[in-house]
């Protein structure tokens, strides 16, 4: 097996090509946009300047909301809300969606989360037949499933958007998870940003979302405009420097565990299948962004991954019961 020599990728990494090198794709178009991507005065100053602009069109609208942002009980999320709030004075509407994979660490945290931010907020909860019908597609069809739930945040999100004037959506995403996919600009924050829902799932499923296009099975919304901003591409700031804020300001209890999607009680499912399908955990991409934000060093990535493979090797037959039972569609 190969490796890329800059940031550890294997040769199986989906969409990576090692060059003769010996540094692959995602590495070079990191390396050609690095001053950009790193300049975070110059993307906190951009990301302030949408701000303000949300909240003057939000104004011009009679909006009651400047932004919406989805709350997943998770640290990120609950952060970006804190922030909007207080750093950046926004009004915002959370909404959660309620998957049935919520765990109690996150329903506790969703519930906490409110009572400090005192922020209005929506749960929605899309039909039962329809969820099950997705999620069994998506297993057969992409051998994963957490495209369904990526997909309904942000359809909710554009639905909610559209439904209360709202103009811009922020969300959680890490750099990690918005750069691992990185070989050029199109679709990539900062230097396209996605006014629509088809736009913004680009990120997620590339081409495939033009051939979803138009699909029965899909409702890209097409009329629903808003723009949508990853805070976390935009501001630096270090996982302990965001717990400290969350404990400090809203008595945030940490996961006892380390390891990753603390919010999710299917996540064990998706890294087996993950490891099934491409024979690599699901932070595999977001490591090497690390690597290359020099945050982590190669072995220490690669140390993580491995603890990934050894934690998620065997899903225990009860867990597999429970997400079958969950994801089948009903007769
Ligand atoms: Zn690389």
Redesign the pocket.
């Given at each position: 097996m190969r490796y890329?020599?800059?940031?550890?990728?294997p040769e199986t990494y989906k969409g990576?090509q090692?060059g003769e090198d010996g540094?692959?794709?995602?590495?070079?178009f990191?390396e050609k946009h690095q001053a950009r991507l790193r300049d975070y005065d110059a993307l906190e100053a951009f990301f302030a300047s949408r701000a303000e602009a949300a909240k003057e069109e939000a104004k011009r609208r009679g909006s009651r909301f400047d932004c919406i942002v989805g709350l997943s009980g998770g640290k990120d999320s609950t952060y970006v809300i804190h922030q909007l709030r207080k750093k950046y004075g926004m009004r915002v509407l959370a909404f959660t969606l309620d998957n049935g994979f919520s765990t109690k660490f996150g329903t506790d945290n969703v519930r906490n989360a409110l009572d400090k931010l005192d922020v209005e907020h929506i749960r929605v909860t899309p039909s039962e037949d329809i969820l099950r019908k997705y999620y069994e597609k998506s297993l057969q069809l992409l051998k994963n499933f957490c495209g369904v739930c990526f997909h309904l945040m942000y359809y909710y999100a554009y639905i909610l958007a559209s439904q209360n004037g709202i103009p811009l959506i922020v969300n959680g995403r890490t750099r990690g998870q918005i750069l691992q996919s990185a070989a050029a600009e199109k679709g990539i924050e900062p230097f396209e940003i996605s006014q629509s829902l088809k736009e913004f799932e680009y990120q997620m499923f590339g081409r495939l979302v033009d051939k979803l296009d138009g699909h029965s099975c899909i409702d890209l919304l097409h009329g629903a405009q808003a723009e949508s901003l990853s805070y976390f591409m935009y501001h630096k700031v270090s996982t302990e420097e965001m717990l400290e804020v969350l404990e400090r300001d809203m008595g945030w209890k940490r996961p006892e565990s380390s390891l990753p999607h603390a919010d999710c009680w299917a996540h064990p499912i998706a890294e087996k299948l993950c490891l099934n399908k491409f024979g690599y955990p699901v932070r595999t991409g977001e490591m090497?962004v690390l690597?290359?934000e020099e945050e982590l060093t190669k072995d220490e990535a690669a140390r993580i991954l491995q603890g990934d493979r050894d934690a998620y090797a065997e899903v225990d037959p009860e867990l597999q019961a429970r997400f079958d039972a969950r994801t089948r569609q009903r007769k």
């Open positions: 890329c020599e800059t940031c550890g990728l990576i090692i540094t692959c794709n995602f590495c070079k990191y090497a690597v290359r």
